[in-house]
């Protein structure tokens, strides 16, 4: 397999050290020893900090995107299997450390919402879009299993990233996946119940 280009390999490192150090921490020659290239190969690509951090909101967007577009959940054969094979698909990825499962946009959106909005604001935006992208499954349950409810499918969207990224900040606290995963199952709980009331 080809190793990658030098900008990605600096665009991943920063992924990396960002979910471990958060943003503030993250310096440019930490970057630099993690992707193995040298501060002249930084400057070839990037002019700051904050100009790597723009270019790695649009790495992480990619990752993403193609990731979960791909994820196992969406071949489920209704729409609150797909939602429950959602919440055990992010069960099932929380693996190895603590940086390659938590979410590097919900550490700088936690901690650089105000300092940097123009990096965590369309990070923000990356949570609430994956988000939505649950919620033509939870409008079909809801039509499905008759429920009436005083929330909106948008809503409870939000609620389930709500779930995951508290889930990430007691794997932080706690020093382990355990602690996400039994919120993942709670959450699969309250999916089941609302929509099949048992």
Same mark, same amino acid.
């Given at each position: *397999? /080809?190793?990658? &280009?030098?900008?990605?390999?600096?665009?991943?490192?920063?992924?990396?050290?960002?979910?471990?150090? #958060?943003?503030?921490?993250?310096?440019?020659? &930490?970057?630099?020893?993690?992707?193995?290239?040298?501060?002249?190969?930084?400057? %070839?690509?990037?002019?700051?900090?904050?100009?790597?951090?723009?270019?790695?909101?649009?790495?992480?967007?990619? %990752?993403?995107?193609?990731?979960?577009?791909?994820?196992?959940? %969406?071949?489920?054969?209704?729409?609150?299997?797909?939602?429950?094979?959602?919440? &055990?698909?992010?069960?099932?990825?929380?693996? #190895?450390?603590?940086?390659?499962?938590?979410?590097?946009?919900?550490?700088?959106?936690? +901690?650089?919402?105000?300092?940097?909005?123009?990096?965590?604001?369309?990070?923000?935006?990356?949570?609430?879009?994956?988000? $939505?992208?649950?919620?033509? &499954?939870? +409008?079909?349950? *809801?039509?499905?299993? #008759?429920?009436?409810?005083?929330?909106?499918?948008?809503?409870?969207?939000?609620?389930?990233?709500?779930?995951?990224? #508290?889930?990430?900040? *007691?794997?932080?606290?706690?020093?382990?996946?355990?602690? /996400?995963?039994?919120?993942?199952?709670?959450?699969?709980?309250?999916?089941?119940?609302?929509? $099949?009331?048992?």
């Amino acid at each position: *397999m /080809a190793k990658p &280009d030098s900008k990605t390999r600096l665009l991943d490192a920063t992924l990396k050290l960002v979910r471990a150090k #958060g943003y503030a921490a993250t310096r440019v020659e &930490d970057v630099c020893a993690e992707a193995g290239l040298t501060k002249g190969s930084f400057f %070839h690509h990037f002019k700051s900090k904050d100009d790597l951090a723009q270019a790695a909101v649009a790495h992480w967007e990619a %990752h993403t995107t193609g990731f979960f577009a791909e994820a196992p959940y %969406h071949a489920g054969a209704g729409p609150l299997e797909r939602l429950l094979g959602y919440v &055990d698909f992010r069960k099932a990825i929380l693996t #190895g450390d603590l940086t390659e499962f938590t979410c590097f946009a919900g550490n700088i959106v936690q +901690e650089a919402w105000r300092s940097h909005p123009q990096i965590s604001g369309p990070l923000a935006d990356n949570i609430v879009s994956h988000g $939505k992208t649950l919620q033509a &499954d939870i +409008e079909a349950a *809801m039509i499905q299993y #008759g429920v009436k409810a005083d929330w909106t499918a948008e809503s409870l969207a939000l609620h389930i990233q709500a779930v995951v990224q #508290g889930g990430f900040i *007691m794997a932080k606290a706690t020093g382990g996946a355990a602690a /996400a995963a039994q919120s993942l199952d709670h959450l699969r709980r309250y999916l089941e119940l609302t929509f $099949k009331g048992e």
